[in-house]
């Protein structure tokens, strides 16, 4: 139990476009899910708080602008990076959180080139 | 500022060898206490979760809790190549559902 899917796993893009990756937790609700961004070598930067039915919480330093939350359905949470630049390029990694405890469970990343 | 302090390693044990980990925090008020495992390039998974002082042991692993001195650690027993990663500490900031992480220590099992 407790998987955490995560699509598109890769992509490349043109700078100047937009990109929307889904988070779905398959076999439980989560109210909270969490969007993180890895850089290479370092650890998980948490980005914002995805609440169902309600608006994201964004991190100090995030735009929230240009890093679109949505949280639409218990099982589904979608990270929007509006006209990307060369610097958005990352790792990004949603998490699910049991709506029964704290542990959080992470998708498997997608990590996005930004040309 | 809330923070989680891990050495970054790397942390270099012969096979079957005991390998100690060790993370400290901050945040008097955190409460529960995870292990997380990350191998190059793929996202981190859970290896155990502690919320109560002592030690907790699922299989070859155990995490070691103190929260007087704050202070968290995981132990893998018999450790083999395969257990060669990162190890993220990850606690959970009083008063939310966030985590704040560690850098993580990697781990380097040699065969």
């Known amino acids: 139990g407790a998987v955490v899917s995560q699509h598109p796993s890769r992509v490349i893009c043109k700078s100047g476009t937009s990109v929307k990756i889904e988070c779905r937790s398959l076999?439980?609700?989560?109210?909270?899910m969490f969007w993180y961004r890895q850089f290479p070598k370092q650890s998980l930067m948490l980005m914002a708080t995805s609440n169902e039915g309600s608006k994201a919480t964004y991190e100090q330093g995030v735009e929230k602008d240009k890093f679109l939350i949505n949280h639409a359905s218990l099982t589904l949470s979608t990270l929007t990076v509006t006209s990307a630049h060369p610097e958005d390029s990352s790792f990004y990694i949603c998490?699910?959180?049991?709506?029964?405890?704290?542990?959080?469970?992470f998708g498997p990343g997608t990590r996005l080139t930004v040309l | 500022q809330k923070e989680v302090e891990q050495n970054s390693g790397p942390l270099s044990v012969p096979e079957g060898a005991i390998a100690s980990l060790n993370c400290t925090y901050s945040d008097r008020g955190s409460q529960s206490f995870f292990w997380y495992r990350q191998y190059s390039g793929k996202s981190p998974e859970l290896i155990m979760f502690i919320y109560s002082n002592g030690d907790k042991e699922d299989g070859r692993f155990t995490a070691q809790l103190n929260k007087a001195s704050q202070y968290v650690s995981l132990l893998i027993r018999d450790s083999q190549p395969s257990d060669s990663a990162t190890y993220l500490c990850?606690?959970?900031?009083?008063?939310?559902?966030?985590?704040?992480f560690g850098t993580g220590t990697r781990l380097k099992v040699l065969a």
């Open positions: 076999d439980f609700q989560a109210t909270t």
């Open positions: 998490s699910a959180r049991e709506d029964v405890g704290d542990t959080q469970y």
């Open positions: 990850a606690v959970m900031a009083s008063g939310t559902y966030k985590y704040i």
